[in-house]
Structures are given as structure tokens and as C-alpha cells.
């Protein structure tokens, strides 16, 4: 069983910064693909960003590239995803996520929901205009 919990969200105004972490235990985290993703209201859930195990890769979704920056320090078992520039449509709930095998695969499942098994609570980030 893998435990995650989120923090760091909270209310920004357009064009600041945010840094989100996720604690993780219960399972040996450094070997593990970690993600976030997050969910508007009315809206599905969708991916943000995904790290490999080892932290060497880094993947993001086209809307926050450039933006946004995944980290892990496997010592404390816990992932970051920074936030720069933020803007109202980054606007969300932030889940932390962890992928249900040791190796990332393509894009079709690292950015499938389906492909984690563990979730966190989740953390509100709201981006006034």
C-alpha cells in the first residue's frame, strides 16, 4: 500500500509561482515513476507532468511546457512540481500519482489515468486574474 499526500496549494494571482509537494510512503519510492495530474471543475481529469524513477526524464503536457517544473528528492520520498507563470486555466485540484510499474512507458500510458495506482487526496490551486 502506498500512501501520498499533497501540499502546497493555495490562491496565486496571475503570473506567480506556486510549488506543490507529495509525500509518499509505503512502497520503495525511488523506483518508481511518479506524476502529476490535475482536474478543473466540470472537467476531466488530465495529466500534467510525469518523472521516471531514476529522475533522468522528464515529460509535460503542451499547456504547462515551459512552465512548470517536476523534481523528486528520493531521500525525503517526495515529488515537487513547480510552478512558474501561472495562469487562471492552470486554475485546478493537483493529484500526486504513482505509476503501477518500475519503467515509463510511451506516452499513451503515462498519460493514461489508468496506468497509477496509488492517488493522492489532492491540493486546490487557484489562479485569480
Not at 2 to 11: A, D, M, T, Y
Not at 15 to 28: E, F, H, K, V, Y
Not at 75 to 85: E, G, I, P, R
Request: proline share 2%; aromatic share 14%; charged share 15%.
Amino acid at each position: 500500500q502506498v500512501h501520498l499526500v499533497e501540499s502546497g496549494g493555495g490562491l496565486v494571482q496571475a503570473g506567480g509561482s506556486l510549488r506543490l509537494s507529495c509525500s509518499a510512503s509505503g512502497r520503495t519510492f525511488s523506483t518508481y515513476p511518479m506524476a502529476w495530474f490535475r482536474q478543473a471543475p466540470g472537467k476531466e481529469r488530465e495529466f500534467v507532468a510525469t518523472i521516471t524513477g531514476s529522475g533522468t526524464n522528464t515529460y509535460y503536457a503542451d499547456s504547462v511546457k515551459g512552465r512548470f517544473t517536476i523534481s523528486r528528492d528520493d531521500a525525503k520520498s517526495t515529488v515537487y512540481l513547480q510552478m512558474n507563470s501561472l495562469k487562471p486555466e492552470d486554475t485546478a485540484v493537483y493529484y500526486c500519482a504513482a505509476y503501477r510499474w518500475r519503467y515509463l512507458s510511451g506516452l499513451a500510458y503515462y498519460t493514461d489515468l489508468g496506468s497509477y495506482n496509488y492517488w493522492g487526496q489532492g491540493t486546490q490551486v487557484t489562479v485569480s486574474s
